[in-house]
């Protein structure tokens, strides 16, 4: 049994069921279209799959669900996916205008225009630092509240004209597009990714029986730290420190299946882009208790 917490168009989920005839797989999405679309093309495999609608630390109450007390393996392959990227009128992408959405579930209700019409410029800049790592998030903050009291922003296209105004010219020839860091700030805001990161990562790693493992694939460094840290402490020993020993029962319950975290090869990048930024964690649970 295998958990694909991240769905999108279902091109991890239809691989493994291609490859192990004998897999079954609970399929997460809070995205209903995303769901659809992997639906059409899992249909083949449709007595195989249990399909989701939730974020991917819904994984508890999916598992129940679907009647399954452990699991095999969890994949996550988180931010934004392609399917989203290439659906321009989702707001997801700075490269056409399109509407302020940006949200992953259409039916949550905070969108990108409404943090940028409303937000606050300390908590604005507050969102771009913590979130975008923006190093000019105050002058951008800054510049949005003095936008909006002439006009209310409505679109990408906007936005990214003001951030070009904001940003320096030294800046904005280096370290790739300039509305990159803002987007990626009000997509985490509006969807709450790494609050959900945060709880699904340790409910993925319960959820695995022993020899089970779990895959992460982050694609910038906020999302890559917090699978960093729940690694660490998940292949730490509980032993108490200062003991000369290891106490039995209480060595580490996962072991390590990655050097760091792993990099796409260049044939790869050559390939898919998009996957040039990847960085890939996997554990594998060695110790603890598990029901089959």
């Not at 997460?28 to 974020?55: C, H, K, S």
């Not at 940028?116 to 790592?133: I, M, P, S, V, W």
């Not at 882009?273 to 029901?291: F, H, I």
């Amino acid at each position: 049994m295998l958990i694909d917490g991240t769905l999108g168009a279902g091109g991890h989920s239809e691989r493994f069921l291609t490859q192990f005839p004998g897999l079954r797989l609970i399929a997460l999405d809070r995205d209903p279209n995303a769901l659809a679309i992997a639906g059409a093309r899992l249909a083949p495999f449709a007595d195989r799959v249990t399909f989701v609608r939730t974020r991917y630390d819904g994984i508890p109450a999916a598992m129940a669900e679907a009647g399954v007390e452990r699991v095999d393996g969890v994949l996550f392959d988180l931010g934004v996916s392609s399917m989203q990227l290439d659906q321009k009128q989702r707001g997801f992408s700075y490269s056409v205008d399109a509407p302020l959405d940006m949200r992953m579930d259409p039916d949550a209700r905070l969108t990108a225009a409404e943090i940028l019409n409303t937000y606050d410029a300390k908590d604005l800049a507050r969102l771009l630092r913590d979130f975008g790592e923006e190093r000019f998030a105050g002058r951008i903050a800054d510049k949005i509240v003095r936008r909006r009291a002439q006009q209310p922003f409505e679109t990408t296209a906007e936005l990214v004209e003001l951030l070009y105004e904001a940003i320096p010219a030294p800046a904005r020839r280096t370290g790739g597009h300039p509305a990159k860091r803002t987007f990626q700030a009000l997509r985490i805001a509006v969807n709450g990714e790494l609050e959900s990161l945060r709880a699904a990562v340790p409910a993925a790693l319960a959820a695995l029986r022993p020899g089970g493992r779990i895959v992460v694939m982050a694609y910038q460094s906020l999302e890559d730290r917090i699978v960093k840290n729940a690694f660490a402490a998940a292949t730490a020993s509980r032993t108490p420190p200062g003991l000369p020993i290891e106490l039995p029962g209480h060595e580490p319950e996962f072991v390590t299946l990655t050097r760091g975290a792993e990099r796409a090869r260049a044939d790869e990048i050559e390939r898919n882009p998009r996957s040039a930024p990847v960085r890939l964690r996997a554990l594998e649970k060695v110790g603890g208790r598990g029901n089959s």
